[in-house]
């Protein structure tokens, strides 16, 4: 069966400090991958998202994800987080022209000003 | 865009009880998703519309679960003698179909129900 795994649940950082938060799927076909963040209150929102060229994808906020197809890994990084940053993300996977979602079980970013 | 609306915010019920939510997509889009979302997890994918036509089902969407999109616009998500772990955060998404990579999806506030 399909599954992301998200190895960091509870990530604790200082302003200013960089941040990686990994993300690696089980799947051999093609893949489009995307991070979702979920502010406190707030419904999930799409942060970045690879479909296809260039493995290095930005997003909105700073934030940067990378491809890494031999690793099946899509890692998050920011080289700067902000308390705002304080969130929850969510790798998530779609199967290459199928229509599900697999996400990961999420990681807590705290940011401490 | 009014963004994905879902209601209500929060449910309540005893045990053995039927419930149904509702999901309003943005309006352009004509696929819509279902999710359940546990304390500590990432949101379960349950089921899949396009239009109106149900195209996926999860295997955690057991026959006390139906869902429906009558007119491919809003859905309802109906749980029939609900039981304790039912209890979830229940999302709604939807997004607007294209050809070539599926495009990312908008999610609602979801609705959380509580059983008693």
């Known amino acids: 069966a399909q599954s992301v795994s998200q190895h960091n649940h509870h990530v604790i950082l200082s302003e200013a400090a960089s941040l990686e938060l990994g993300c690696n799927y089980s799947y051999g076909g093609t893949v489009n991958l995307f991070w979702y963040v979920q502010y406190p209150g707030q419904h999930l929102q799409l942060l970045l998202k690879y479909f296809s060229g260039d493995p290095l994808v930005k997003g909105i906020k700073g934030f940067e994800a990378e491809f890494i197809k031999s690793k099946f890994s899509f890692n998050l990084r920011k080289p700067s987080v902000q308390w705002s940053d304080t969130a929850e993300y969510f790798c998530a996977v779609n199967l290459y022209n199928f229509n599900k979602f697999y996400f990961g079980s999420g990681t807590k970013l705290n940011v401490k000003p | 865009d009014t963004g994905v609306s879902q209601d209500p915010r929060h449910k309540i019920t005893k045990r053995g009880q039927n419930v149904t939510f509702r999901c309003d997509p943005i309006s352009e889009h004509n696929r819509l998703y279902w999710y359940r979302q546990t304390l500590g997890q990432g949101p379960e994918f349950l089921t899949y519309f396009q239009n109106e036509a149900q195209l996926e089902k999860s295997r955690l969407l057991s026959d006390r679960f139906s869902a429906e999109r009558p007119k491919g616009s809003f859905s309802t998500l109906e749980i029939q003698r609900t039981e304790q772990g039912d209890s979830a955060m229940y999302l709604c998404?939807?997004?607007?179909?294209?050809?070539?990579?599926?495009?990312?999806?908008?999610f609602g506030d979801g609705t959380r129900l509580s059983i008693l």
């Open positions: 998404a939807s997004s607007l179909a294209a050809s070539g990579p599926d495009q990312p999806q908008h």
